[in-house]
């Protein structure tokens, strides 16, 4: 207690008194009060053991999972899981790449579920229900880290599990089903932090789970965070993905999800990276991923390709490619970097300068011409009429541009000076024939 007093300004006493007393009666603390001593203050018996289990994983409020007690006939290793997990992702990936055009993966969206595709459409990661094609934040999810492309579809899972969606089968449009989730997004981040906090390689127990986790586990293994012999199975596997969730670790590391489709040893950090680059512009990547061979050959014009090798080009025309699909500079650099071959990685910079330079120089060719709508005004009678109306085009702010010589101007509204050169013109009618008039009876005088 006195280190709670020398700690707060005496200012500050009686909002410390209420919360103290806050807590006492929510049975957390309880006091004591002696004579000639300050209040002691020592944490309830309940709650000093309730937070001992949630911190260790004690008691029966499962916070770390409930390990299944019953035996398993076959139970997968650590390298199937990254395998299982590597699949599904992959498949998920491939089926958004494949959606590009120009680029093909072989046998792309297979192992992609209906639930997995509404929800890249409903996440603005793909466009179309028929023919769905990748969107410039899908350009920007594929090229993201593994980590940061699992929690971009969490969330979007999270955001949709509040609602109740009508899954329109892409592939099959005259047949509907409803696809609801309708679930607490409470229950739904508290399952994925759990899962976050589970052991690579453990089996856990269904039979503990409330209804919201039950739900998820289906959709989970869509994505490869769980593995599951069947959905009547009565344990779960979480896999690389689901374990890393709440860490700093790589989820299956970029060279397990980019890794070889013949490679099932987990990824480590000295293979995280496959991608060589030179200052002529020159890449090498050492791969033999259909999947991330496609994702390169959206940026990259691709030359040579050998069993565990591909080698190309960054040139200016693949990158202005890449930027007119919607790609941006710094999502290409952002996307080399995190994938450089650990011999890039000694250097620092980590990628030549003079690359990555010319690769924003080749993103702003592009947009030294922009294109704007409007209307060419010309064919003015005389200077002060053009003067009038491109002085009153400049005010009212639809001016693009001007030349006095040639007596042109470019607006993008052309209503509104259409209206002012009819009043000039019919002032000027007026004008005219007040002079004849008054021509007319100066004649009438002089007779």
């Known amino acids: 207690m006195k280190m709670l007093t020398g700690e707060i300004s005496k200012n500050n006493l009686g909002e410390r008194d209420q919360a ?85 993966v072989a046998s792309r969206g297979a192992r992609v579920s209906e639930g997995v595709k509404t929800l890249l459409l409903k996440g ?110 009565p344990r779960f596997f979480p896999t690389r993905l689901a374990t890393t969730l709440t860490s700093d670790a790589s989820a299956l590391s970029n060279s397990a999800n980019f890794s070889s489709s013949s490679s099932n040893s987990p ?60 790609i941006t500079a710094d999502q290409i650099i952002s996307f080399l970097g995190t994938h450089a071959h650990p011999q890039m990685r000694k250097d620092n910079p980590v990628l030549p300068a003079t690359v990555v330079d010319q690769i924003k120089l080749w993103q702003i060719e592009n947009e030294r011409m922009k294109a704007t709508p409007g209307y060419l005004m010309n064919g003015f009678g005389s200077h002060a009429e053009y003067e009038a109306a491109c002085t009153y085009a400049r005010e009212i702010g639809v001016l693009v541009w001007e030349s006095a010589e040639k007596r042109i101007f470019f607006v993008t509204q052309i209503q509104q000076i259409s209206v002012f050169l009819k009043k000039g013109k019919q002032e000027q009618q007026q004008q005219q024939q007040q002079q004849q008039q008054q021509q007319q009876q100066q004649q009438g005088k002089a007779a």
Not at 61 to 90: I, M, N, Y
Not at 295 to 315: C, D, E, H, W
């Open 20 to 104: 103290l007393n806050l807590l006492e009666r929510l049975k957390i603390l309880r006091t004591s009060t002696n004579p000639g001593k300050p209040r002691q203050c020592t944490l309830t018996q309940p709650f000093v053991g309730s937070l001992r289990d949630a911190l260790t994983g004690g008691g029966n409020h499962r916070s770390f999972g409930v390990p299944c007690s019953t035996p398993v006939k076959e139970r997968p290793t650590v390298e199937q899981l990254d395998s299982f997990a590597r699949d599904r992702w992959d498949g998920i990936l491939g089926y958004m790449v494949g959606s590009a055009e120009g680029v093909s």
């Open 124 to 233: 603005g990661l793909v466009s179309g229900k028929k023919t769905p094609t990748i969107t410039q934040e899908g350009f920007a999810f594929v090229l993201q880290d593994v980590n940061a492309q699992v929690w971009t579809i969490l969330l979007l899972y999270l955001e949709a599990s509040q609602f109740v969606w009508q899954l329109y089968f892409l592939y099959w449009p005259s047949c509907t089903d409803s696809y609801q989730m309708n679930m607490d997004p409470v229950d739904v981040l508290s399952f994925l932090y759990e899962l976050g906090s589970l052991e690579l390689g453990q089996d856990y127990s269904k039979a503990d789970l409330s209804d919201t986790p039950t739900q998820m586990l289906d959709d989970l293994s869509d994505y490869g965070l769980v593995y599951q012999t069947s959905p009547s199975s």
């Open 267 to 326: 990824a480590t950090s000295e293979t995280s990276g496959f991608i060589l680059i030179e200052t002529n512009y020159r890449i090498y990547a050492y791969t033999s991923s259909p999947l991330q061979i496609a994702i390169l050959q959206l940026f990259t014009r691709l030359s040579t390709r050998y069993p565990n090798m591909v080698a190309g080009k960054i040139t200016r025309d693949s990158v202005r490619r890449a930027v007119g699909m919607g």
